[in-house]
């Protein structure tokens, strides 16, 4: 009788374990130095971006002004 309660004991804590954790989903399982990072992250590409633009607009800006200088 006890074996049986052990084991059927065993089998509840196993199912409601694994109910539990099929309800995460991926967002909320992040911890918070993973929310940190991918933030990080984010704001890199958006100064790589911000920073290939200027870029650009300075490369046209020099090509203008050297055009001004050869007239």
Same mark, same amino acid.
């Given at each position: 009788m006890q074996t049986k309660n052990l084991l059927? #004991? %065993?089998v509840t804590a196993a199912f409601l374990?694994?109910? #539990?954790a099929c309800g995460k989903s991926e967002e909320k399982a992040k911890g918070p130095a993973e929310k940190a990072g991918a933030a990080v992250d984010q704001a890199v590409d958006q100064a790589k971006e911000q920073a290939g633009q200027a870029m650009e607009? %300075? #490369?046209?800006a020099m090509k203008e002004a050297g055009t001004k200088l050869r007239k």
């Open positions: 059927l #004991g %065993a374990m694994s109910v #539990g607009k %300075a #490369g046209d």
